[in-house]
């Protein structure tokens, strides 16, 4: 099968963090993907900002390296390359300074869609907002797009979406939740929204209970110091594993429309009840023999910071009384390994006598790896010996289902910047609903830190803490294996 390309309109897309880590690692990588695909329209410009001394062509040799290191195989066609960078330009600028403005001002230009990626540290979004108006750069057709964490409690994220209130548009405005751009996660919608098969069982009188899971092998790596102000609660579930449990509680939107989606979704954090604190369970990884613990990781001997969580979460609404959605995360895990599990009822009645085994669907959609969903059914052993049934998973990998012609796996980002530029908010967060989040998240967070709740601790390369386990244990369930 052969994809399409969806052209989009000529751009200008200025990158204030031009030079920064996820400028060289995602998003010039992805800019470069789309270049290749014939996405970016002849005469589209990309413009990396940042404090660093430069002129285009020394930008031009950054994002070179960056793509010889971070763009996959890609990289290698040498000829287009060059093309690409051709469509890169620098400007010096400080976002707290005067200088660089008038540069950018003359190297933008009018007639062309207008976005500003801030891929700067939050507490230089107003200053930008401002000066971008300031200098007469940007008008009320221009977007902006602004990356996580996106304020660490409700009070620093009514801060932020009034600092941007106050020169843009909610319109204007562009949340990246780069969950939201993974193909499997607007998948989910595909299948709920687009089979006939699974929204009737999509409810509590069908499913028993729902796991999410996103599981990292990795530790806190080079962001310590910023991990332990955050932790798996603020990093992880507040933002991705909340959009992702959105999409599988909300109602079918009447269209498929940005605004018509996040109402949808709005409504199902606001119907998350409040967690009680033994629905939680909070994890810090311990050293082993080849590597340090947490605490060390982050060099805070006394954090209470947790680099695991699980907690059950309750809906509390028409569809999902009674279904309780189970979420865990965390880092130095035995598996990288993200997916969402809907895991059905069992059937009230077997006809099959000596069958007296458990049998469950379950539809698995996994993010990663191999993007993809299972489901799985009940069957009979093959062979005699009468009606031995056994549960077998009918698994589609993307990949494998779509062809080696499919579209190479595109990453989030590049996708989630093809919406900007086509105007397209639907995979982006509303500024309510990152509200509505943290109105949620604060009192359990308030709540552990109150208590001075010390996480408990986890082996490396394990499922998480013991306690973890026995939050399903006690509810007569089991978390599913973390594969990968
Ligand atoms: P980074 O590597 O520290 O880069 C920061 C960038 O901002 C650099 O280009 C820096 O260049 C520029 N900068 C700093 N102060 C500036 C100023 N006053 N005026 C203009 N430019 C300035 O950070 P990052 O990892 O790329 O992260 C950028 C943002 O994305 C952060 O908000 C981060 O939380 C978020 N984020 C990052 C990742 C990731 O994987 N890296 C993932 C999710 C979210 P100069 O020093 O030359 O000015």
Redesign the pocket.
Known sequence: MVSRVIPVDEFDLVI???????????ILPGLFRRYLAGQMPKGSRIIG????EMDSDGYRAMIAEAIAEFGGEERKDSTELNGFLETLHYVA?????DGGWTELFDVTRDGVIQAFY?????S?FG?LAERLHKHGIADDTSRIVV???FGRDLASAKALNDTLAAHFEERQIYRID?YLGKETVQNLMAVRFGNVLFEPLWNSHYVDHIQITVAETVGVGGRGA?YDKSGAMRDMVQNHLMQLLCLIAMEPPSVFGADEVRDEKLKVIRALQPVEPHHIVRGQYDADADSPSYRADVENPRSFTESFIAMKVQVSNWRWADTPFYLRTGKKLKGRASEIAVVFKDLGHSIFEGDTARHRNILAIRLQPNEGMDLQVTIKEPGPGGMRLIDVPLDMTFADALGEDSEPATDAYERLIMDVIRGNQTLFMRGDEVEAAWAWTDPLIDGWEGRNDVPKHYEQGSAGPEDAMMLMHRDGRRWRDIKG
């Open positions: 204030f963090g031009g030079t920064g880590d996820l400028a060289r690692r995602k900002a940042a404090r660093s600028i400080d976002a707290q300074g801030f891929s700067v540290a939050p230089l200053d990356e996580k964490p780069h910023y």
